[in-house]
């Protein structure tokens, strides 16, 4: 890490400029790693999406919503089973991520769940997924679709 000396004529300098570029707190330094689909059967039940999604830097991120051409409807998701065995999910509240950590999306879990496919989801095909942070950023993933039968990324 880097030590910025600033003077007060920088400083004025700094925030001037901050006003024209969006200064982005933390969502630059997020890595996606290891995403993933299933292909699905037509388009009438929705996809999911799964993946690690690491903050590689010093401030906290917070994940706050989805975006991608194949569903008209992506959301964050948390499955969770009770003392039932019988298992539901509900939209996940924003994600915080703290510095050097990392949030797991995958099956039983949180994931990112595609509501309203626009178009089926193929074995071998690819689509990109947009995940918007609350600090303006935005970091697109290009996520594979595995077979149906798939449980991870290497399956
Ligand atoms: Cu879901």
Do not use: C
Not at 65 to 72: C, D, K, V, W
């Amino acid at each position: 890490m880097r030590t910025f000396i600033i003077t007060g004529a920088m400083t004025a300098l700094l925030s001037s400029a901050g006003a024209l570029t969006p200064a982005l707190a933390g969502s630059e330094d997020v890595v996606v790693e290891g995403a993933w689909s299933r292909a699905s059967i037509g388009m009438n039940r929705p996809g999911a999406a799964y993946m690690t999604i690491r903050n590689t830097g010093d401030t906290p991120v917070t994940l706050i919503g989805l975006t991608t051409p194949l569903a008209m409807m992506p959301e964050i998701h948390e499955s969770k089973t009770n003392a039932d065995g019988v298992s539901s999910m509900a939209p996940a509240d924003e994600i915080t991520i703290a510095p050097g950590e990392s949030v797991s999306l995958e099956p039983g879990g949180l994931h990112a769940m595609l509501m309203q496919l626009q178009t089926p989801m193929t074995e071998g095909e690819s689509y990109p997924l947009t995940l918007l942070f609350d600090d303006g950023g935005e970091v697109t993933v290009e996520v594979p679709i595995l077979g149906i039968a798939a449980r991870g990324p290497n399956d």
